[in-house]
């Protein structure tokens, strides 16, 4: 922190997200401003800090978080390097902002949970931006408040236009379904104790090698049954919808009504090309509340254990779309008291 407070972050990758937060961070937020980049393409992250007033790239993310205008960190790079920079920040006491997926897997997730705990209080906020939606926050206040009794199933559907080539039938669970997993997670503050992935026939949108569209299904530990359809090459645009069906009602966002327009016999509007522009509002949200918190010294949003508990599902999930229909369920170690 410098002597006015402002909140020295150091930006870790610097792909498509981490130089949107470097963006944000400058332009929209306040309290905070990106005291270092990090990337390991040096030309790349030298581009990006000669933009930003008083920022030094670095190649190595250590560096960068020993600099002592650095107070604390958001990890943007890909998820395989998350535990390694996580550990690091922990050592210098720095909290982080870490993008999805908290690590990989469930096994390297629980080893930086188990860091964490060892350190007796918390330093990571989990990137899981829709909890910071405008219309998953109403939605979570309506449930929440108990007008509509208990929620006994959740409607899904996301969908995006198209994806990366490089994307697998195990990126639709760890990159995409994993969203739906945390908001299940927290809208119904239950846990998902299974997981059953179905085919349809595959689209002919869908690149070899990519089984598209599918659903999938997931239990609670509270009775609830929740579907999605992921749905990444349907072409028209990024929509993320879901309704939840309750005993005295039900509730559904993402119908995305922003204007209308009336013209030559037609009525309708836009449909967002992409999760960056759809969710912009919840990043803003989310890395404004991850710098006020940090500024009281607090901890708030999604934690290492959410982060460990989707990890764990996405593990099902992806062992539940190989077995083609076969249910298989989630195992989690005990919630230690560092995250109940
Ligand atoms: C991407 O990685 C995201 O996180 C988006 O929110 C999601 O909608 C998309 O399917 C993923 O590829």
């Known amino acids: 922190m410098t002597e006015r407070g402002t909140l020295g972050v150091a930006v870790i990758g610097t792909g498509r997200m981490g130089a949107d937060h470097v963006r944000r961070i400058n332009d929209v937020i306040s309290g905070a401003r990106v005291a270092a980049v990090v990337d390991i393409d040096a030309d790349r992250v030298k581009a990006i800090a000669d933009g930003v007033d008083a920022c030094t790239p670095y190649t190595d993310p250590a560096a960068a978080m020993a600099a002592a205008d650095v107070g604390a960190v958001l990890i943007?790079?890909?998820?395989?390097?998350?535990?390694?920079?996580?550990?690091?920040?922990?050592?210098?006491g720095l909290p982080v902002l870490c993008e999805k997926p908290l690590t990989p897997d469930a096994a390297s997730a629980l080893r930086v949970l188990r860091a964490e705990e060892k350190l007796g209080r918390r330093l990571v906020q989990v990137g899981f931006m829709r909890r910071y939606d405008a219309?998953?926050?109403?939605?979570?206040?309506l449930l929440d408040d108990g007008r509509l009794g208990r929620t006994l199933m959740l409607h899904n559907r996301h969908r995006n236009a198209s994806v990366p080539p490089y994307f697998t039938?195990?990126?639709?669970?760890n990159d995409s379904v994993v969203h739906e997993m945390d908001v299940t997670r927290w809208l119904l503050d239950q846990e998902i104790t299974a997981v059953t992935v179905l085919r349809p026939a595959r689209s002919s949108n869908a690149?070899?090698?990519?089984?598209?569209?599918?659903?999938?299904?997931?239990?609670?530990?509270?009775?609830?049954?929740?579907?999605?359809?992921?749905?990444v090459t349907c072409g028209f645009g990024y929509q993320v919808q879901a309704e939840a069906v309750c005993e005295n009602g039900t509730a559904r966002i993402g119908e995305a009504h922003g204007m209308l327009v009336n013209s030559a016999g037609h009525w309708g509007g836009s449909i967002a090309p992409d999760f960056v522009e759809r969710f912009e509002d919840a990043y803003d949200r989310e890395v404004q509340a991850w710098v006020d918190a940090t500024r009281r010294g607090e901890v708030t949003g999604?934690?290492?254990?959410?982060?460990?508990?989707?990890?764990?599902?996405?593990?099902?999930?992806?062992l539940a779309q190989a077995e083609g229909g076969r249910r298989v369920e989630v195992r989690l170690v005990e919630r230690p008291a560092?995250?109940?």
């Open 302 to 318: 999604p934690s290492c254990w959410d982060g460990y508990a989707a990890a764990a599902v996405c593990e099902a999930g992806v």
């Open 207 to 231: 690149p070899e090698g990519l089984d598209d569209p599918q659903f999938v299904i997931f239990e609670t530990d509270g009775g609830a049954l929740v579907d999605v359809e992921i749905n």
């Open 338 to 340: 560092l995250y109940r």
């Open 135 to 141: 219309e998953y926050l109403k939605l979570k206040a």
């Open 169 to 173: 039938n195990a990126n639709l669970i």
């Open 76 to 92: 943007a790079s890909p998820g395989p390097a998350h535990e390694a920079a996580l550990l690091t920040a922990f050592e210098r």
